[in-house]
């Protein structure tokens, strides 16, 4: 029983941080930009692959390839929100479907040219080997993963608290025109988001690259993550974000260890997202504010 | 007593006080039957010129048969609809699940199918009540998601995997040639009686209804529509047709696979053909339907392995350079737009 309830606990730190580290960026843009981010499958799959291609095609060593993909996210990211985003704000549902295209065009592109067959794999292991917690071996990986989820979803929060320009960013995911008023540069703003929330989602991505699946869908699995943690959490609230994010990594653990039906696992998140939006339509948190 | 009386452009029936118009005049109809007649003719041609056309065909008429009630449910729940393909699944799960336990025809299944769509509709219809914009959005994506988990847990029954095979084939007369002909002329069938009921019922009051409720719920309220009625009656009526669309795929393929029609690239072809036909306006479903199941076809034979990344390309740029969609393109006067507006805050 004891031992049970130790793994159930310790399996949902890590996984509630690791799904924390995945969906940050999601609910920040959610949040922010007050648009759901549908292209954000993407994200994933090119930060693993670009950096491979950067090393296999260029003959880069593992840092520039990274800085490298870094580069190219960051372009990609300033041109979908130049390009569709900015264009489109006012046209939710040619924004949602051209992401979900965009999506679409770079997971066929990547299984194009790197199928699953090309066994893609990127050395970004920090820590080799586990640790033992009682009973429980974790990956020493899956904790550095925890502790940056923690560390980076600290410095966000502080980030938005305690900065001038946390702040105005705030203020703009209240209201976009009381904002523009009192002289806020809403592009620069919303441009600066879109690179935000690349952070975590690359560390995110490096950090499980060498322990869980890579292959060119794999953005599709995070995104259902991202989509889940965000619809529970309040769309584009922070602190909802953090709780439905251990709220899942919980349901994932007690499904796994205590009803040993790992194959259950998608299916309990969307069944306990669905059970409390009929309860709280609004999720846990009310996305009225980032915080 | 029915009262028939024929004028130069109309004919006129009254009966017990009510009445009916018919209008002859032939600049409201010429367009539509030569297009019909066109699409009638179609199949025949593609008979004997390639059969593969046939298959194509039938699939621009089903893209077409599932965008139409869409576009009704639409306009009828002021709310988009982002997972449409569950109510395929539903439909096609009944349709094969009866077919292989009893050994049923496509006649016998076809009610079931019909009935077990309406009844998920009704049971999901109060997301049409409590849920709106982005959050409507999330949920209904969300459903076919689930659908496809089950297939998947339960494979047993679901055959998630694999899918479900040995469903008795929509038509069987022996020449595989004249299966597909009967099949193309069947799903056109289908896609036209569904373009003639929504763009009835959209031209009707009840058309006029929902366009009221698109246009501000409060409004509508306001003015003594029961809202709530004529949303779930538009979501359970359009659910059920869509439905049909699934026992459709079951018997016509003898087979049936969650995995193809639940995930989000077979429902992103379908808003495709909302978007890129004409923005939720019936006529457009037709065209956005053929456009986009030939364009696939085209591809598919031309560009081979690379054909899914030039697809999302393609589509991708109409996407954005079509405002008003393909249909756009036909009609001269920009006509009304009925698409809601979806915010993240309710």
């Known amino acids: 029983m004891w031992e049970t309830l130790e793994v159930v606990l310790i399996y949902s730190f890590i996984l509630g941080s690791i799904y924390l580290l995945i969906s940050l960026g999601f609910s920040i843009i959610c949040g922010v930009l007050r648009i759901f981010h549908l292209g954000y499958a993407y994200l994933f799959t090119l930060t693993v692959y670009l950096t491979w291609m950067f090393m296999k095609e260029f003959g880069f060593g593992l840092v520039p390839a990274l800085l490298a993909m870094v580069v190219v996210q960051f372009l990609i990211s300033y041109i979908i929100y130049k390009g569709i985003i900015m264009k489109y704000v006012a046209r939710e549902e040619i924004i949602l479907t051209g992401l979900l295209l965009v999506s679409t065009i770079v997971e066929q592109a990547v299984n194009y040219r790197y199928p699953i067959q090309a066994g893609v794999f990127i050395q970004t292991t920090l820590i080799e080997g586990a640790s033992e917690f009682g009973t429980v071996v974790i990956s020493n990986q899956l904790l550095v993963g925890a502790a940056v989820a923690l560390l980076l979803t600290a410095l966000f929060i502080l980030f938005f608290l305690k900065t001038r320009i946390g702040l105005a960013i705030r203020a703009l995911s209240q209201d976009i025109y009381s904002s523009r008023l009192i002289g806020i540069h809403v592009e620069a703003l919303y441009t600066l988001t879109m690179f935000l929330i690349l952070i975590p989602v690359i560390l995110g991505t490096l950090i499980v690259a060498p322990i869980w699946a890579v292959d060119p869908t794999m953005g599709s699995l995070y995104m259902t993550t991202a989509i889940l943690v965000a619809i529970l959490g309040g769309l584009g609230n922070i602190r909802g974000t953090i709780i439905a994010s251990y709220l899942i990594g919980f349901t994932h653990a007690f499904v796994s260890f205590v009803l040993g039906e790992p194959r259950f696992m998608n299916f309990s998140a969307l069944l306990l997202v669905i059970i409390i939006l009929m309860v709280r339509p609004q999720g846990i948190a009310k996305s009225e504010a980032l915080w | ?346």
């Open chain 2, 1 to 346: 007593m029915v009262d028939v009386e024929i004028k130069r452009d109309r004919v006129i029936i009254r009966y017990k006080g009510k009445k009916w118009d018919w209008i002859l005049e032939p600049r409201y109809w010429r367009n539509t039957l030569i297009w019909t007649a066109f699409l009638i003719l179609f199949p025949l041609v593609a008979y004997f010129v390639s059969p593969i056309l046939l298959n194509t065909l039938i699939s621009a008429n089903l893209y077409a048969a599932i965008a139409i009630p869409l576009a009704l449910m639409t306009v009828g729940t002021g709310r988009m609809n982002f997972g449409p393909n569950f109510f395929i699944g539903v439909g096609g799960y009944t349709a094969a699940l009866l077919s292989i336990a009893y050994g049923w025809g496509p006649l016998a299944t076809l009610p079931f199918a019909v009935i077990a769509s309406l009844i998920s509709a009704l049971l999901f219809s109060p997301l049409v009540i409590v849920a709106r914009g982005l959050y409507y959005v999330l949920l209904t994506l969300l459903l076919p998601l689930v659908f496809l988990e089950i297939t998947f847990i339960y494979t047993d029954l679901f055959k998630g995997d694999v899918g479900l095979a040995g469903i008795q084939t929509l038509v069987n007369t022996g020449s595989v040639k004249i299966n597909f002909l009967l099949s193309a002329f069947i799903s056109m069938l289908l896609m036209l009686v569904y373009l003639w009921v929504v763009n009835k019922v959209l031209k009707s009051r009840y058309g006029l209804i929902m366009a009221a409720i698109n246009d501000g719920e409060e409004v509508a309220h306001g003015i003594g529509v029961n809202i709530n009625k004529v949303k779930i009656l538009a979501f359970v009526f359009a659910s059920g047709m869509i439905g049909v669309i699934g026992w459709f795929y079951a018997h016509y393929f003898g087979t049936f696979a969650g995995i193809t029609y639940l995930p989000l690239n077979f429902m992103i072809k379908i808003l495709l053909v909302i978007f890129i036909g004409g923005r939720a306006q019936v006529f457009g479903c037709v065209v956005g339907g053929y456009f986009i199941a030939f364009l696939e076809m085209i591809l598919i034979v031309t560009m081979g392995p690379i054909q899914p990344v030039v697809f999302a390309i393609i589509l991708t740029v109409l996407l954005f350079a079509l405002p008003e969609g393909l249909f756009g393109l036909y009609r001269k006067r920009r006509y009304r737009e009925y698409l809601p507006t979806l915010h993240v805050r309710r």
